[in-house]
């Protein structure tokens, strides 16, 4: 029983300590979008779960931009999905 609840709590305490680290590093980093790499493909869109991106459509090309910085949670989901090297983490200014 005793086995039981170090597992638990060892799981409990890991959940927290993650959580920390996610919460400090969202309000710390912001996605930055690499306008020469973007090909507005919307891969990223697609997987930000927060809906901080939009795409930007004129007569400059398509690309995306950040259009709520607040809901970026800096989770690097789009970085993961973006295969044109258009992403990256930068400090909040
Ligand atoms: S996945 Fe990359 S290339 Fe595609 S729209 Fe997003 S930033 Fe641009
Ligand atoms: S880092 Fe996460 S929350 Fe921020 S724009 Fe990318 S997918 Fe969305």
Redesign the pocket.
Known sequence: MTKYIIIIASVVLLIIILSYFRNKRAKSKVIH?IDD?????????KKCRHKA?E?LDNEEGR??VLKNPQKCTACRD?II????N??ELVNRK
Request: aromatic fraction near 4%; glycine fraction near 4%; hydrophobic fraction near 50%.
């Open positions: 979008v790499n973007c090909s507005g493909c919307r891969a990223c869109i991106l795409i690309r995306v789009c999905a973006c295969k044109f258009a992403l």
